[in-house]
């Protein structure tokens, strides 16, 4: 007996429409075609959403999962339960802040062995391009990493070194050879120092303090240098975590030349500014540092004009005590974000109010994640011969953030209190759900999505 789909809204490539998902007889979770529902067989069994809305399952491509080595922080089991309640069906690790860091295969084949049998949902890996690693490029791409991950700065781990230029070009053939993604986290040491000298008697817990810190030119300087190493080089660049908008026209004008960058951005700097954060506010600390309200409207602008591509978590847990929450010193506490159960409805909140639509979220938060991590072919999109993995989502319904709702190691978020936006009611893999209602309702079944 076939099975279907339904929803009067389903998110496909060809846009939002009235349509039904009909699966492959047997096992395999594959879409057959989607189609109006007067085209289905008739002895098909249709579990129709009504007004819910049909998406792609979520690809994530900026995780933080920290296993092996410091699951105390996140680890596979719980990562994967927090992304499936947020709608994804895809997670891509990075590979710093576990131990040992994934920058030789020794280090992937660790990974592989730490995720098997913990994951909800599916995963791929970055391999890591740090100072001495050159040789263990080409290897990692052979055993099947998404791409490479480099700190143009200091990361936060010792285990992860930065790469500086010399040792970045003594890398970039082999990274070009791969034909693989370089992701940069594109800051500069220089204007930090610089900036920070000139603070050394201010007062840490002011978020003023921070943002100075940490300039607009540390960004721009550093997307400039790789705007020139990918005209010299020929490799695909990928600006993570956008945050300064200053850099928008640059890229624009890199990506007219036909320079194949592409760029992401984060939920919160498209949710908070820095005028509206108070001091002492350790859980809104991320590097780069969120902006101003000017700066987060033209960010947005930037995804209306298609030079931002897409919008991911870098969701990056740490313990509680990690984030200085009884002294709220911005210089002391860890830099990052946790955000993969709430990430939809908090880019969905925002964005429906500036007339953008659930096409568009598909398109940031599904296809253009699964394309920079090389899995279009399995992953992003809702058409026939794909895997049945979506998100069954109330655009309408709102929720306030609760710890219970976050189900990451650690329950702390900047986002709680608030009143968001849709709600994900369903999360299927492969067309059997992991999670629905508040609860998840499936062993672990996701698989690592291996380009080779």
Known sequence: MAHAFAANRVVTPQGTRRAALLLEDGPAGVIRAVCDLGDLPAD???????????????V???VHINEPGRTEWEGFATATCAAAAGGYTALVDMPLNCLPETTTVAALELKRSAAAGQCLVDWAAWGGAVADNQAH???????????FKCFLIYPGCDGFTMIDREQLERALPAIAQSRLPLLVHAELAGPIDAATANL???????????????????????????IQLCRRYAFRLHIVHLSTAQALRELQAARAEGL??????????????????????????????????????????GLRAGIVDLVVTDHSPCPPAMKHLDDGRF?????????????????????????????DIARWMSVAPAALAGLSA?????????????????????????PERLHYRHAISPYAGETLRGIVEATYLRGEPVYANGEFISAPRGRELRLC
């Open 200 to 226: 050394r008697d201010a007062d840490w817990r002011e978020y003023a303090t921070y943002l100075a810190s940490r300039p607009d030119q540390a960004e721009l300087e550093a997307i400039r240098l790789m």
């Open 44 to 58: 098909a069994q249709v579990v129709d959403f009504g007004e819910r809305a049909l998406l792609p399952g979520l």
């Open 137 to 147: 490029l080409l290897p990692l791409a052979r055993a099947g990493v998404a791409g």
């Open 331 to 359: 210089d002391l506490a860890w830099g990052g974000i946790a955000s993969l159960s709430v990430a939809l409805p908090v880019v969905w909140t925002d964005a429906s109010r500036r007339g953008f639509s659930l096409d």
């Open 378 to 402: 399995r992953a992003g999109v809702l058409q026939a011969g794909r895997e049945a993995n979506f998100v069954v989502f109330d655009s309408e319904a709102e929720f306030v953030v609760t």
């Open 260 to 301: 194949p960058i592409t760029v992401e951005t984060c939920p919160h700097y498209l949710h908070f500014a820095a005028e509206e954060i108070a001091d002492g506010a350790t859980l809104l600390k991320c590097a780069p540092p969120i902006r101003g309200a000017g700066n987060r409207a033209a960010l947005w602008q």
């Open 60 to 62: 994530d491509s900026h």
